[in-house]
C-alpha cells in the first residue's frame, strides 16, 4: 500500500525541476510489488499501466490484485475509497485475479513479457483455497507468475476482514506452500512481525518463519520485511539480516513504508541498510507496492535513488532488476495443467472414458 506522504517529494509547479521525480528513477526497474486494482477493485487499466511505466523507467512489473474488498455499508452515507476511510469490513473477493487476467490477456504480447501476475484472490484460512489457485491456472495457464500477496497479519485490515485472522502459519495455507515448492513457485506474503503496540519483541515473527522453515523447499518473498505502518521492532535490521542469513529460501522486497521508515528516514540513507543491501542484494527486489495509482509510480520509485547512489554497481543492478527477475521472471508455464478435453464423436453406444474415471454414456431408452 502506497506511503501517503512521500518525505522526499515536494510538488511544487513553479519550482524549477519539482516535477522531475514524475520521471521516475534514473535507474531502470523492475517494480516488484504492484497492485493493480485498489481496495474497491477498480483498475485503470492495462494500458495506462504501461504509459505510466514507461514514464517512470520501470521496465517490468510484477503486478497483483487486492485479495479482499471493501464493503460500502448500508450505514455509510459515503462510499470508502480505501480499506481504513472508515468502519467498514472487508471480505475476499476471488475475482480480483479475473480482472488481472484479463487486464493482461487484453495486452499486446510484447507488453505482457513486461508483467508478472500473481494469484492473491482466495481466503489464506479456507483450506480448499488450494482450489482456487488450480482453477485460475486451469484458466489462464500461461498468464501466472507465482501467489502473493497474501495478506496475512495486517493489523487494521485484519481486524476489518470478515473470519478468522489469517497468519504465515496457518494450516489452510500448508497445502499452498507445499505446491508452490513443487512448481518452483514464489510465494509474496504480507505478514507484520509485531503487532502495533508491542514494540519491545515481534509477536508475529514465529508464525512467519514457522512456514519458511517448514517449507524449505518453498521460495517466499517477505513483502517490505514485515513492516507495516505503527509497526516497531527492536533491532530491526539486525532481524532481517539474520532471517537472510538463516533462510537461503527467503527474499524480501524494500517497498511501502519500509523506505521512509527504516531505510531511508527523511531521505538520509541508513548505513547498515546500506551494508544488509550490499551483503544480500541478491535476495531483495524493490517495489512501490502502489495500489492502483499508477501516476504515482514515478515519484514512488524515483525517491529510492538516494539510496541506489550509494550501492555498488553490481548490488545495484540487483535490487534494481536482476533479482525480482530471478524470483519472478520464467515462471510462466510452470504449471502443467489439463490438455483441453477432446470430446469424442458423439456416440451413444460407445462407452467413454473422460479424464478422471470412465463415464458411462448409454444411448437414451
Ligand atoms: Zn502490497
Not at 510484477?62 to 474488498?69: A, H, K, L, N, Q
Not at 460500502?72 to 476471488?94: Q, S, V
Not at 507496492?289 to 535513488?305: A, C, H, N, S
Request: proline share 6%.
Amino acid at each position: 500500500m502506497p506511503y501517503e506522504h512521500i518525505s522526499t517529494w515536494r510538488r511544487e509547479d513553479v519550482v524549477k525541476g519539482s516535477l522531475d521525480p514524475l520521471q521516475g528513477s534514473k535507474y531502470r526497474q523492475v517494480d516488484a510489488h504492484l497492485h493493480v486494482v485498489n481496495f474497491l477493485q477498480e483498475t485503470p487499466g492495462g494500458d495506462a499501466l504501461m504509459y505510466y511505466m514507461d514514464r517512470a523507467n520501470v521496465g517490468k512489473a510484477v503486478i497483483f490484485g487486492m485479495p479482499v474488498t471493501k464493503v460500502w455499508a448500508e450505514y455509510d452515507r459515503e462510499p470508502p475509497d480505501y480499506y481504513l476511510a472508515n468502519d467498514a469490513r472487508c471480505y475476499y473477493y476471488g475475482y480480483t485475479d479475473v480482472l488481472v487476467a484479463e487486464m493482461y490477456r487484453a495486452l499486446r504480447p510484447e507488453h505482457q513479457e513486461r508483467l508478472y501476475p500473481l494469484i492473491c484472490g482466495f481466503n489464506p484460512t479456507d483450506r480448499f483455497a488450494l482450489r482456487h489457485i488450480e482453477r485460475l491456472y486451469e484458466q489462464y495457464p500461461d498468464v501466472w507468475s507465482g501467489i502473493g500477496e497474501l495478506l496475512l497479519r495486517h493489523d487494521d485490515l485484519t481486524a476489518f476482514t470478515y473470519g478468522e485472522p489469517a497468519r504465515a502459519n496457518h494450516r489452510a495455507l500448508w497445502p499452498i506452500y507445499e505446491w508452490a515448492g513443487d512448481h518452483d513457485l514464489p510465494v509474496l506474503v504480507h505478514q507484520n512481525v509485531t503487532s502495533i503496540t508491542k514494540s519491545d519483541h515481534p509477536v508475529y515473527l514465529y508464525e512467519f518463519e514457522e512456514a519458511v522453515r517448514e517449507f524449505p523447499r518453498t521460495r517466499f518473498v517477505f513483502a517490505h520485511c514485515g513492516l507495516s505502518r505503527r509497526v516497531d521492532a527492536p533491532f530491526y535490521t539486525k532481524m532481517v539480516e539474520r532471517l537472510l542469513e538463516q533462510y537461503a529460501n527467503l527474499s524480501v522486497d524494500y517497498s511501502w513504508i519500509i523506505y521512509d521508515v527504516a531505510i531511508c528516514p527523511g531521505g538520509k540513507p541508513q548505513e547498515e541498510w546500506v551494508a544488509l543491501t550490499e551483503r544480500y542484494s541478491d535476495r531483495i527486489c524493490l517495489g512501490s507496492d502502489l495500489v492502483g495509482k499508477f501516476e504515482r509510480l514515478g515519484p514512488e520509485l524515483q525517491r529510492y535513488d538516494v539510496f541506489l547512489d550509494r550501492l555498488s554497481e553490481a548490488a545495484r543492478a540487483n535490487v534494481c532488476w536482476n533479482t525480482a527477475e530471478r524470483i519472478y521472471g520464467g515462471n510462466k508455464g510452470k504449471v502443467k495443467t489439463h490438455q483441453p478435453k477432446v470430446v469424442p464423436e458423439w456416440n451413444f453406444e460407445r462407452v467413454t472414458a473422460f479424464e478422471g474415471g470412465p463415464v458411462q454414456l448409454t444411448s437414451t431408452p
